[in-house]
């Protein structure tokens, strides 16, 4: 299934990303994809897993999951990404079965945070214009070629003890080996420089009103999700009530803005102040 023909599932939300759509209207569709979040998934594996807020986020996987998805998540759409997914009995050992780094030597996070029964390892687009393909379609990788660092997380389940979410660091290489120049003469993609992953990002706010479904059977798969709050926050903003707070507001006017009228400066102590006179008029004689 090609990105092309995986947009036809989401034709309404594709509204949400869109800068064209009246803000009404564009305020309404990323409130739908806010309230019933959904992708789909094409690549190999099979696993199910449930979620009921950030406190129990459990499933089981036959194998884990490497796959391209396509969908809406956290009021963006973020077109198609890569993710990597394991579910118990595989979770607790995905450092020790593909490229995912170890934690920071230092590093006081535990290893998957709180109970692994879900891992979830995603990297998005390296830019937001989106140009290029990562050339590591499926597994997790450590380096990635890209003009600026991939946007990326992780996600370990939880149960009883609330979820871990990250953002993953990339490091430029380039410049941590001290070489300013571009590395289009050592072959390297014209667009790039070469990041290199480590999992001791910041942490990322947990999603405390979230049920979640998803299931991967094969070679495809779905996610949908449901957030009551945002439903009801959905279905009052046709009337114009936003009580969370998060509509678009009006487009900035197309039409060109008079320039700023740069501040007077000050004059300098011990100098008189100076001043404007009409053109063709004469100022009056200095002061005595």
């Known amino acids: 299934m090609r990105p092309r023909a995986a947009a036809l599932l989401l034709p309404l939300l594709l509204a949400a990303g869109c800068t064209s759509y009246p803000p009404y209207w564009r305020s309404r569709a990323a409130d739908l994809g806010d309230a019933i979040p959904i992708s789909g998934a094409w690549g190999w594996g099979a696993s199910i897993s449930?979620?009921?807020t950030a406190l129990f986020h459990v499933g089981l996987g036959l194998s884990p999951v490497v796959?391209?998805?396509?969908?809406?998540?956290?009021?963006?759409?973020?077109?198609?990404?890569?993710?990597?997914?394991a579910c118990f009995p595989w979770s607790p050992f995905v450092v020790d079965m593909g490229c995912v780094p170890p934690r920071p030597r230092g590093s006081d996070l535990p290893e998957l945070g709180s109970v692994p029964l879900v891992y979830r390892w995603e990297v998005r687009r390296d830019a937001p214009s989106g140009e290029g393909e990562y050339p590591t379609p499926w597994e997790p990788c450590l380096r990635e070629w890209g003009r600026h660092p991939p946007s990326s997380r992780e996600t370990s389940g939880a149960f009883i003890l609330p979820e871990d979410r990250r953002e993953l660091a990339w490091h430029d290489l380039r410049q941590e080996q001290g070489d300013p120049d571009p590395l289009a003469t050592l072959g390297s993609p014209t667009r790039a420089t070469l990041w290199e992953v480590s999992r001791d990002g910041p942490p990322l706010p947990r999603d405390w009103g979230l049920f979640e479904g998803d299931i991967f059977l094969g070679f495809v798969g779905v996610r949908l999700g449901f957030r009551p709050v945002e439903f009801v926050d959905f279905l009052l903003g046709f009337f114009t009530v936003d009580f969370m707070g998060d509509d678009y507001k009006t487009a900035e006017s197309a039409a060109p803005q008079p320039p700023a009228t740069a501040p007077k400066a000050e004059p300098a102590p011990g100098e008189p102040p100076t001043e404007t006179y009409p053109l063709g008029t004469v100022p009056p004689p200095p002061r005595s």
């Open 67 to 85: 796959c391209y998805r396509f969908g809406y998540e956290d009021r963006t759409f973020h077109g198609c990404w890569h993710e990597y997914s």
């Open 50 to 52: 449930v979620r009921a």
